[in-house]
């Protein structure tokens, strides 16, 4: 029933609201590499950590998109987080959300994307997984153009489309359409190994890169 729904809203909003396109984009995309220092994120099986392949990837994403001539605005491009305020790493993280918070909603972009790897108790777990903010209907599409591009990458890669969370702070805040990213598995020795290989990052952000193209051109369908 949820595939269902799903697939009838994408195809809904695709035929109601198709956002205009030319070569000449113009368009804002905020791309969010999640976590960052005091706050790491997820530890890989063999110690990676997640805030760092974050950024790598979202360092990626964000060349890819400028070539395609997309207008970009990074929440950080270093390994600290954005915090302005807190001592303990609680208040700083509090901080880091905020301050998120305000760059997706007093910015101006068209759309959000934060950047984030999974993890899980079962090690044989893989694959993306692609989450949307119930804020804005648009956001399904985009989640579901991304999902698309990002299924070919894995071997085993059917994860379906999922809402996000209310307690995902940033997608429960969006006022603009939303997505998180969960790039793969550093819970899964075979995803950490190809999310720590620089040419597996090319091969992320481009395949995110193209999915944000196939949603400003209205082209939600299977690849």
Known sequence: MTI???YLTVTLYKRAVKPAFSD??????????GHGNPDGGATGISGTGESEINLKISQKLSAKLKEKC???????????????EGNSIKEKKLSDMHNRERIINESGADIFLSIHMNSFSDASVSGAQVFYSVNRVEAIALAEAVRQRLIPLYEKNDRIL???PKSVYL?????????????????????EALLMSDEYQEKIAEAIASGIDDYFKGDTDEK
């Open 171 to 191: 997608m429960n805040k969006a006022k603009i359409p939303a997505c998180l990213v969960e790039c793969g598995f550093l819970s899964n020795a075979e995803n």
């Open 24 to 33: 000449e984009k113009g368009y804002t995309v905020i791309v969010d590499a």
């Open 4 to 6: 269902v729904v799903i």
């Open 162 to 164: 999922k809402e996000a």
């Open 70 to 84: 997309y207008n970009v605005i990074m929440t950080r491009e270093t390994e600290e987080g954005i915090y302005s």
